[in-house]
C-alpha cells in the first residue's frame, strides 16, 4: 500500500512530542534540547548544575515548548527522570543520551590508567547510557527514538584518551544491539558522534586553545563544529524523517573520518 504523501520538510517536525535530553546544561546537550523545542518537542532538561539547566529550559520556552527541569546525576537518576517525564508530560518519545567526558580532568597514557579512573570512565560514558536507554525503553511508544552521543574516538585507537574511547567504543555497540532488540517494537536507536566541537569541556580537557588554527587545518571543510551542527543531526533521527534508519553511526565531523591529527594535552 502506497504511503500518505506528506511534505518532506513537514517529516522533521516533532509537534506534540517530549524528548528527555541528558546533560543539557550547556554546549552541545543544550543545542539538542533548543533544536528540538525548535522541532516542536517539549523537552525534559537533566545536569549537575542546576543554573545552567535554567538558562537551556529559558531558550527552551523562548522557542514556544515547555521545559521540565530534573537536576542530578544521570547514574542515579535514569529510572526517575522517565517516570517524571511520564506524570508530567503524559508521554516520551524521544532519549539522548548526552551525558559524557571525564571527571578526571589529567589525561595520561592507558597503561598508566588506575582502576578507579577506568572504572569511573566506564560508568559516566557507558553505564549511564545503558541505563537511560533501559528507562527509556520502559516507556517510548511505537515510532519512539533514542540517540546516543559517541566519539569518533570509539572507532580506532585514541592515544591520551584510552578509557573514553573504550566507553564509547562500547556504546556504538550498545547501540547497534539495542537498535536489533528493540526493532519488534517500532523503537529506533542510533548514535552521532561529533567532530571537534570547541565547547568549554573540548577545551578543557584537550587543552587546545592554543591550537585550534592547526586542528582546524585537519577538518576538510576548513571549520571547527558548532554544536548546532550535531544538534541537526540528532533532530534528524530523532524525527519521523528517520523512520527507516536504526543501528546507524553517524559521524558529523567535517569530513575527518580518520585521526589525522592526535589531540595531544599541554605538555606532552
Known amino acids: ?27 552541545i546537550g543544550r543545542a539538542i534540547a533548543w533544536g528540538l523545542a525548535d522541532a516542536g518537542c517539549d523537552v525534559v532538561l537533566n545536569a549537575r548544575r542546576v543554573a545552567d539547566l535554567q538558562v537551556t529550559a529559558a531558550g527552551v520556552h523562548e522557542r514556544g515548548r515547555r521545559a521540565l527541569v530534573v537536576d542530578g546525576d544521570i547514574r542515579s537518576l535514569a529510572d526517575t527522570l522517565a517516570a517524571r517525564t511520564v506524570e ?5 518519545d524521544v532519549w539522548v543520551n548526552n551525558v559524557g567526558g571525564s571527571d578526571d580532568k589529567t589525561v595520561r597514557q592507558l597503561v598508566d590508567t588506575p582502576d578507579d579512573v577506568f572504572r569511573a570512565q566506564l560508568e559516566l560514558n557507558l553505564v549511564s547510557a545503558f541505563q537511560g536507554c533501559r528507562a527509556a525503553a520502559a516507556h517510548l511508544p511505537d515510532g519512539g527514538s533514542i540517540v546516543n552521543i559517541t566519539s569518533g574516538a570509539g572507532t580506532r585507537g585514541s592515544p591520551w584518551t584510552g578509557p573514553y574511547a573504550a566507553a564509547k567504543a562500547g556504546l556504538i555497540n550498545l547501540t547497534q544491539t539495542l537498535a536489533l532488540e528493540l526493532a ?17 569541556a573540548f577545551v578543557e580537557i584537550l587543552g587546545v586553545e592554543e591550537r585550534l588554527d592547526e586542528l582546524t587545518r585537519t577538518i576538510p571543510l576548513g571549520r571547527m563544529g558548532h554544536p548546532d551542527d550535531i544538534a541537526a543531526a540528532v533532530v534528524y533521527l530523532a524525527s519521523p524523517a528517520a523512520a527507516w534508519v536504526t543501528g546507524e553511526h553517524l559521524l558529523v565531523a567535517g569530513g575527518r573520518t580518520t585521526r589525522s591529527y592526535q589531540y595531544r594535552p599541554r605538555g606532552t
Not at 508530567?88 to 516520551?92: I, Y
Open 1 to 27: 500500500m502506497e504511503r500518505r504523501r506528506v511534505s518532506l520538510l513537514e517529516q522533521f517536525r516533532l509537534d506534540g512530542r517530549v524528548a528527555v535530553v541528558t546533560g543539557s546544561g550547556q554546549g
Open 88 to 92: 508530567t508530560f503524559g508521554r516520551l
Open 184 to 200: 519488534e517494537r517500532g523503537i529506533r536507536v542510533n548514535a552521532v558522534s561529533p567532530g571537534p566541537v570547541a565547547t568549554e
